[in-house]
């Protein structure tokens, strides 16, 4: 028997994050340990915390676990630990150890999808240094899986959302579309070439972005994921206290991304997405519409969000592109706060 894991799914992903409206009301309630050791909480809306061991050295430690986003259980496994491992990225750390998470319908599917989840899981975090000593697995519908993991990094040298400064540029490093493009394939109205593009990308580590990252001094940098990239851009500005303008028509998209957008295939959580945005958000009024919706577009193990000072941006995107991540570019900028954190143009 094929396993099929997208039949058993509504929302697979970063997709089906809770909306950032709820997550900020609940947040409310979670008492913030005090600890001179804590170098980055949830106070900033950053991709992990950071916990300071000594002068030389602080652990950032991360979790994101979620419902397939495709079919196979192996590619499945593959892009859950690629996008776990890339919050330890988007601040600038060494991915070093992780553990398992997985809910797991043991009744519903064979053990050998399972397995085959976990070897994807596996290998993945291999390909990024990371090795899995261990977890714990619920035995729960619908199947879930990601991992914990805690990387090393400078005190010094932690990249957060609080960086950025006025006069940034600001970089993406992989195009936008993997919620569109999913939700088309359920559909079936979106390219095999799109689907499989849409793959590559979710399975793509952020490692080589954070290696650049790391050797410019970035002090300002995200993931975008769930909240899409608007939504990501908007935690930026507030964390950074910055007015942030996006210029959607220089932000690369997957395929055939806009036309499927443009047949309406926008997935729910895009909208949850704009919810949490839009009293925040400036929309110039000859924003096109289609561009508007894949700003908000919840993205599976997306790209890097790199604020880039010093005028530096030429020279660190040619050198993303080097590395691999050739959709790279320039696609906005950092002002000082003016009134609304985000501007769409
Ligand atoms: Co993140
Ligand atoms: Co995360
Ligand atoms: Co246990």
């Not at 957060?160 to 006069?167: D, M, Y």
């Not at 994921?225 to 935690?235: D, E």
């Amino acid at each position: 028997m094929k396993i099929d894991l997208l039949k058993m799914v509504e929302n697979g992903g970063c997709s089906a994050k809770i909306s950032p409206v709820q997550l900020e009301e609940m947040l409310k309630f979670l008492p913030l340990p005090e600890d001179p050791n804590i170098l980055v909480n949830i106070d900033t809306r950053d991709d992990a915390g950071v916990y300071k061991v000594n002068e030389q050295l602080a652990l950032v430690f991360t979790t994101d676990f979620f419902p397939p986003v495709c079919s196979d259980p192996y590619e499945f496994g593959q892009i859950a630990a690629a996008n776990s491992i890339s919050d330890v990225y988007a601040m600038g750390g060494t991915p070093v150890i992780a553990l398992n998470i997985m809910m797991f319908p043991s009744a519903k599917l064979p053990v050998e999808a399972y397995g085959d989840i976990l070897k994807g899981g596996s290998d993945k975090a291999s390909e990024a240094g990371t090795r899995i000593i261990g977890g714990h697995t619920i035995d729960d519908f619908t199947p879930k899986y990601g991992l914990a993991v805690i990387g090393y990094i400078h005190p010094d040298k932690i990249i957060t959302n609080s960086g950025a400064k006025p006069g940034d540029c600001l970089i993406l490093t992989k195009p936008l579309g993997t919620g569109v493009i999913l939700a088309g394939q359920r559909l079936n109205i979106a390219a095999d070439s799109d689907v499989n593009e849409a793959l590559r990308l979710m399975k793509l580590l952020n490692k080589s972005g954070a290696e650049v990252m790391v050797k410019y001094n970035i002090r300002g940098a995200t993931d975008i994921t769930g909240f899409g990239l608007a939504g990501h851009s908007l935690k930026m500005a507030k964390a950074s206290s910055v007015s942030i303008t996006l210029n959607m028509n220089r932000v690369p998209l997957i395929g055939n991304t806009y036309a499927l957008i443009d047949q309406g295939c926008i997935p729910g959580a895009a909208f949850r997405n704009l919810d949490y945005a839009e009293k925040d958000t400036v929309f110039d009024p000859d924003l096109d519409y289609n561009l508007k919706m894949a700003a908000f577009d919840a993205q599976t193990s997306g790209g890097l969000l790199i604020s880039v000072p010093g005028r530096k941006e030429k020279e660190l995107l040619l050198e993303l592109k080097n590395s691999g991540l050739t959709s790279s570019a320039v696609i906005g900028n950092v002002s000082d706060f003016n009134g609304k954190a985000l501007l769409l143009i």
